[in-house]
């Protein structure tokens, strides 16, 4: 079993930035992929971004530019630097692991971009 705790979420004017940490505890063996997802209200869980452990990264288009997904390997942990926020970028935001086990989610932080 994985475990993951995102933090960083809050409350944030338009144009602001925040920072997303989702750290790993448990059987953290062989993670091939870590990422991050949203779910604003009504709306279908979507990619924002992710890297895998050869490093390539993917982005949505609507994060494109704004956001830097990264990881520490020596901490387990992947980052969402959030930049030039919007307010359609309000969500929940949920941490993604994969590895040869299975797929595991955290159980999501709030972003919430308003003025």
């Known amino acids: 079993q994985v475990q993951l705790v995102e933090s960083g979420g809050g409350l944030v004017q338009p144009g602001g930035s925040l920072r997303l940490s989702c750290a790993t505890s448990?059987?953290?063996?062989?993670?091939?992929?870590m990422g991050w997802y949203r779910q604003a209200p009504g709306k279908q869980r979507e990619l924002v971004a992710a890297?895998?452990?050869?490093?390539?990264?993917n982005y949505a288009n609507s994060a494109k530019g704004r956001f830097t997904i990264s990881r520490d390997n020596a901490k387990i942990t992947v980052y969402l630097q959030m930049n030039s926020l919007k307010p359609d970028d309000t969500a929940v935001y949920y941490c993604?692991?994969?590895?040869?086990?299975?797929?595991?989610w955290g159980q999501g932080t709030q972003v919430t971009v308003s003025s």
């Open positions: 890297i895998t452990s050869g490093g390539g990264t």
């Open positions: 448990g059987s953290i063996f062989s993670i091939y992929y």
């Open positions: 993604n692991v994969r590895n040869s086990y299975g797929g595991y």
